[in-house]
Nanobody
Framework: QVQLVESGGGLVQAGGSLRLSCVASGRAISRYPMGWFRQAPGKEREFVGYIDWSGGRTYYADAVKGRFAISRDTAKNTVYLQMNSLQPEDTAVYYC???????????????????WGQGTQVTVSS
């Protein structure tokens, strides 16, 4: 089993930045692709981006491309989501997720992920 804990959320003004962290425990996630998703009030959960197992490949939703960046630190068993130029429409609960597909490339499909964190709230004021 893998336990994921997100942190780093908070309140920020439009144009600001935040870096979310997702720390894994229970098992090393170094061989798993990792994804980030978000869910705004009254909306369905949506894909934000993913990083493959090696950290060499990332993919982002159009809404965040060029503003958000995912990275991973194998030694710390942690994945990060750097968010820049935040806008009010980025307000949501952000979740990290682990795909149990060893050495996988990653996927934007939430159903493909096996482990989820509890989420961290990001609020962007205008």
């Amino acid at each position: 089993q893998v336990q994921l804990v997100e942190s780093g959320g908070g309140l920020v003004q439009a144009g600001g930045s935040l870096r979310l962290s997702c720390v894994a425990s229970g098992r090393a996630i170094s061989r798993y692709p990792m994804g980030w998703f978000r869910q705004a009030p009254g909306k369905e959960r949506e894909f934000v981006g993913y990083i493959d197992w090696s950290g060499g490949r990332t993919y982002y939703a159009d809404a965040v491309k060029g503003r958000f960046a995912i990275s991973r630190d194998t030694a710390k068993n942690t994945v990060y989501l750097q968010m820049n130029s935040l806008q009010p429409e980025d307000t949501a609960v952000y979740y990290c997720a682990a795909d149990h597909s060893v050495l996988g490339r990653g996927t934007p499909v939430s159903e493909e992920y096996d482990y989820w964190g509890q989420g961290t709230q990001v609020t962007v004021s205008s």
